[in-house]
């Protein structure tokens, strides 16, 4: 097996199979990063529910968690959702949450993160997984 370093070019997503396979509940913490109005709204909302989502950029119907929609079409769209304050690993985690999961290379990050893309590449391709999320190497 063949190790590839990855590039600023590399693109990275959310590998939400490394939440299950980690035994980590990834519900727990979508439910954390819900707005004030959702986070009430939804409060006896049943984990996993998954609805119909039609990304608006493709018109691609496809499943996706019910908190993991509400996230990305309200509160990820909240001023407060990525500060300048918040954490590295946690931007770049609601990022993707903001987006869809579409993967972005840390030069892209680094654009709206307004950090700089060597620190994003070298704290996302260490041996360490942080929230899953992982480098898409073809």
């Known amino acids: 097996m063949s190790l590839v370093k990855p590039s600023l070019q590399t693109r990275f997503h959310v590998d939400f199979?490394?939440?299950?396979?980690?035994?980590?509940?990834w519900h727990v913490h979508l439910r954390s990063l819900l707005c004030v109005e959702h986070r009430e709204k939804l409060m006896d909302m049943p984990t996993g529910t998954m609805i119909d989502f039609v990304d608006p950029e493709t018109a691609e119907v496809r499943q996706m968690d019910g908190l993991q929609q509400?996230?990305?079409s309200h509160c990820a769209r909240q001023p407060e959702f990525v500060t300048g304050q918040t954490q590295l690993v946690e931007a770049v985690f609601r990022i993707f949450l903001a987006n869809g999961n579409s993967?972005?290379?840390?030069?892209?990050l680094s654009d709206r993160l307004k950090r700089p893309a060597n620190t994003i590449l070298i704290t996302l391709s260490g041996p360490r997984v942080y929230?899953?999320?992982?480098?898409?190497?073809d």
């Open 17 to 25: 199979d490394w939440w299950k396979q980690n035994e980590n509940d």
């Open 70 to 72: 509400v996230i990305l």
């Open 103 to 108: 993967p972005l290379s840390a030069v892209e």
């Open 131 to 137: 929230k899953g999320i992982r480098p898409i190497l």
